[in-house]
């Protein structure tokens, strides 16, 4: 089975601190993507990559960095966390092989709040 | 831009019945994939069940199935024999089939949340 981690079911941190969140995949997947999901709004993509050290921005990048030194892990940076960037974050990450689909699995997502 | 719209934000089935959720796209792709993703109160997010464009034949996964209406832009899901597990919120999502980039994106509907009445 394919597993996709986040370091982090909840978490709670103050306006101005830089976050950090984590993905890790277990199945040699080369995409991987982070997701921002609120109610009323679906997920929205912030970024994604396709590649160790290989980027694109998604939808909704600002405020966002990403960062991917190792194939299974894919790491999502709030520089300065601002309120309103309290939300549910999914990670997800899915095979590469062009036109054809490879399924998207996601992560179990993690809360943040930003106070 | 590729849009996906989910107009029912929360539907109800007793155990058994059957519910059909709604899902409609705008594109001006001809080819491209369909999704709908289950997302359980507090746990991951799942793939139920997938439809290419190109098939005519709507997919089906067990209990649960699609009416793909290409020309009319719709992409509804069924779920027969509703069971408490069902209960979830439940995303329509798109995919362009074209190559590269940013382009293998899911865009998501804003969901569906289903209940499931005893």
Known sequence: ?115 | AQTVTQSQPEMSVQEAETVTLSCTYDTSESDYYLFWYKQPPSRQMILVIRQEAYKQQNATENRFSVNFQKAAKSFSLKISDSQLGDAAMYFCAYRSENYGGATNKLIFGTGTLLAVQP
Not at chain 1, 79 to 107: D, H, K, V
Request: glycine share 6%; net charge neutral.
């Open chain 1, 1 to 115: 089975d394919v597993k996709v981690t986040q370091s982090s079911r909840y978490l709670v941190k103050r306006t101005g601190e830089k976050v950090f969140l984590e993905c890790v995949q277990d199945m040699d997947h080369e995409n991987m993507f982070w997701y921002r999901q609120d109610p009323g709004l679906g997920l929205r993509l912030i970024y994604f990559s396709y590649d160790v050290k290989m980027k694109e921005k998604g939808d909704i990048p600002e405020g966002y960095s990403v960062s991917r030194e190792k194939k299974e892990r894919f790491s999502l940076i709030l520089e300065s966390a601002s309120t309103n960037q309290t939300s549910m974050y999914l990670c997800a990450s899915s095979l590469w092989s062009g036109r054809a689909y490879n399924e998207q699995f996601f992560g179990p997502g993690t809360r943040l709040t930003v106070l």
